[in-house]
């Protein structure tokens, strides 16, 4: 079987902003769930499309929007093989380095519900234990997980 | 070897390396033999027992009364003002002001490290939930440092429940600081979970499965036992088929070899027989009282009397 030829494809194309790409599919909604959709301008996503580095790749881009260090990190958590690209003046201006975060507090939630964290609401806090695919321990009740959409705290909200 | 132990917290086995376990060990050893007398004296401890634990709860309490100190505190939740509505973090502040470390046991799970954020006293973890226990892994390691005086190269069952219990998951990373072989001994239901195979494998060491202790028995220097609930099962009649391959009775005993020591974390229940107590390898009891010095002497660490 010869290679899958990769169809092309159009997404907007954005003058300033970030693209995701190479995000495993299907985990582009919970990058897209983690970072929020509130954008002052387009946000794209294109999901299951044929890639040669990932299998089936979703993609996101943000209009007008250069994500940070903590979105970065965030990313980084679920989906450590994607590549972050900072458009301006629709040229790719920076090719951002993912590198997996030792600590996170915040975003994501204990999903054991007899964990401190959650019986006295607490901010969560997690250590990275393992990489690819990230695994986090609670720094509280110990628990290892794999990062999972039911752990994103936007969603609960 | 220069080890400082004093104003940490112990609440999980990852807080203590080997050369603090070990540390910890040799100061037990000599609290035991009478070293440092009334050490605790002018001391006041702190015992919250958010979750009833008889046993723990004595023990931790005849630790310090024996070191001449003194301990205030509550025995179950209904006594105290979490009932009321406190904030774990408003107990531990308040307490804090009253005491010079603190005791405690909680049914929440991370409820003890919650506690040592908000204070600067040394906390102990008498158990949270399902998580960690520490001092139960402690007492374990001293009872048999003090009939093999050296654990590497043992053989050691672990045996009973090996998937949800937390004294066996505990003792299986304390005992993997040492050059020991494993023999994993439980019905399939209740083997040992992935990650801590997965753990051994990743640090080297070896161990091995079996289903029967009679299979194994004659090479193990100590056998560990523990209860095996019945309401693990699904199935009565699995329970039944099974149970009977994990009590240790007299007959039991003939597959042990003559210096197999037996342990159990207590409260046992019929998995070893009362007739196998008068056996000089039955050292259950014993290992429950260890836990008077090896906590005497984590106190004494913790606070800085003990160097
Ligand atoms: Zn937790």
């Given amino acids: 079987m010869g290679k899958k030829k990769e169809r092309p494809y159009k997404v907007f194309k954005i003058e300033k902003g970030t693209v995701i790409d190479h995000i495993p599919a299907p985990k582009g909604l919970l990058v897209l769930e983690v970072l929020g959709k509130k954008n002052d301008g387009i946000v794209s996503i294109g999901l299951n499309f044929d890639s040669q580095k990932v299998g089936k790749k979703d993609l996101i881009k943000f209009e007008n929007k250069i994500i940070d260090k903590e979105e970065t990190d965030k990313i980084a958590l679920i989906a450590p093989e994607a590549t972050i690209n900072i458009i301006e003046n629709g040229e790719v201006v920076e090719k951002r380095s993912i590198d997996v975060p030792q600590e996170i507090t915040g975003f994501l939630n204990c999903l054991n519900p007899n964990c401190v964290v959650n019986r006295e609401n607490l901010q969560p806090h997690f250590e990275v234990v393992e990489e690819g695919p990230v695994k986090l321990r609670c720094k509280y009740c110990e628990r290892v997980w794999e990062v999972k959409y039911d752990m994103v705290e936007n969603k609960r909200k | ?307």
Avoid: W
């Avoid at chain 2, 807080?15 to 376990?21: N, P, R, Y």
């Avoid at chain 2, 009833?52 to 939740?77: M, N, Y």
């Fill in chain 2, 1 to 307: 070897m220069s080890v400082k132990m004093k104003n940490k917290s112990i609440i999980s086995l990852k807080d203590i390396s080997k050369d603090e376990l070990m540390y910890l060990m040799k100061r037990a050893k000599e609290v035991k033999e009478g070293k440092y007398g009334n050490f605790l004296e002018g001391k006041i401890i702190s015992s919250l027992f958010f979750e009833p634990s008889t046993r723990t709860r004595l023990s931790f309490h005849s630790a310090v009364k024996r070191a001449g100190g003194d301990i205030i505190g509550f025995a179950s939740a209904g006594s105290s003002s979490t009932k009321k509505g406190e904030s774990l973090g408003d107990t531990i502040k308040t307490v804090s002001g009253y005491c010079d470390l603190i005791v405690m046991r909680h049914h929440v799970e991370g409820a003890a490290r919650r506690a040592s954020d908000v204070t600067d006293l040394p906390i102990i973890n008498a158990g949270d939930g399902a998580n960690q226990h520490p001092t139960q892994t402690f007492l374990d390691i001293f009872t048999m440092l003090e009939k093999k005086e050296n654990l590497d190269g043992l053989n050691i069952g672990l045996m009973g429940d090996l998937k949800y219990s937390r004294t066996i998951h505990s003792l299986l990373v304390a005992l993997s600081f040492f050059g020991v072989r494993l023999y994993f001994i439980s019905p399939e239901a209740l083997a040992i979970p992935e990650r801590y195979t997965d753990y051994l494998d990743d640090i080297n060491v070896e161990y091995e499965v079996y289903k029967d202790f009679k299979e194994c028995g004659k090479d193990l220097d100590f056998l560990y036992c523990t209860r095996i609930q019945k309401e693990r099962f699904y199935d009565p009649v699995e329970y039944e088929s099974v149970a009977g391959s994990y009590i240790i009775d007299k007959e039991g005993l003939s597959y042990l070899d003559e210096e197999t020591y037996i342990m159990h974390p207590l409260p046992r229940v019929d998995e070893i027989a009362v007739e196998v107590d008068e056996d000089q390898r039955a050292i259950y009891f014993e290992q429950a009282h260890n836990g008077v010095p090896v906590r005497q002497a984590l106190i004494g660490l913790l606070l800085g009397i003990i160097k």
